[in-house]
């Protein structure tokens, strides 16, 4: 029995992992309100139980906009199984993951959200690796080790996804549920996860 509501649900869910993040939180969702001023859309911050205290913070303003949620993880860490647990606690058709490092370029997400919107595919990445991306603010040693790892795991499954070690991506959450029960959620290797556990080849650009 469907239940009647006056509020319309998001089409866009930004489900973002948060570890001793909580300086970025308020400039973070600036940015987002700026970006998708167009859109309907929630964020879920997935917090491992950080010391500086995000969730409070994130809790704090959700009590003014429902929009911003939080999900608090205590004894549970991982980057992956954040991710998983963040994009399970939304009903949005749409769902992007990005850092709270604000590293990554959240003005891109309507143009991710219209590729999607398109029906032409059902993955959107955002690489620093591509033309237009920038991978200066990675450390030499976590660059070299994501294109050696993006290398090898391209090798192994026959992809031609540039950065499969990306944190920004956005994808249908009917793609997500199909890939869910085979995700290994370990680490951070989200994306490369849910490609390799898709039941059948994924449009990607």
Known sequence: MAIASN??????AIV?????ERDNIIDL???LERALSKTRWEVVFVDDDSKDGPAALVLEIGQKDARVRCIQRIGRRG??????EGIMATAAPYVAVMDADLQH?????????????SGD???????????GGNNDSLLGWRRSVSELCSQAARSILK???KDLMSGFFMLRREVFEMSVRNLSGVGFKILLDILASAPRTLRYV
Do not use: F, K, Q, Y
């Open 7 to 12: 509020h319309l649900p998001a089409d866009l």
């Open 79 to 84: 980057l992956a199984s954040a991710v998983i």
């Open 159 to 161: 992809l031609r996804v």
């Open 121 to 131: 595919v059902d993955l959107v990445i955002g690489s620093r690796l591509v033309a």
């Open 16 to 20: 973002i992992p948060t570890l001793n």
């Open 29 to 31: 969702l600036r940015l």
């Open 105 to 117: 370029d959240e003005s891109l997400l309507p143009e991710m959200l219209r590729a999607l919107e």
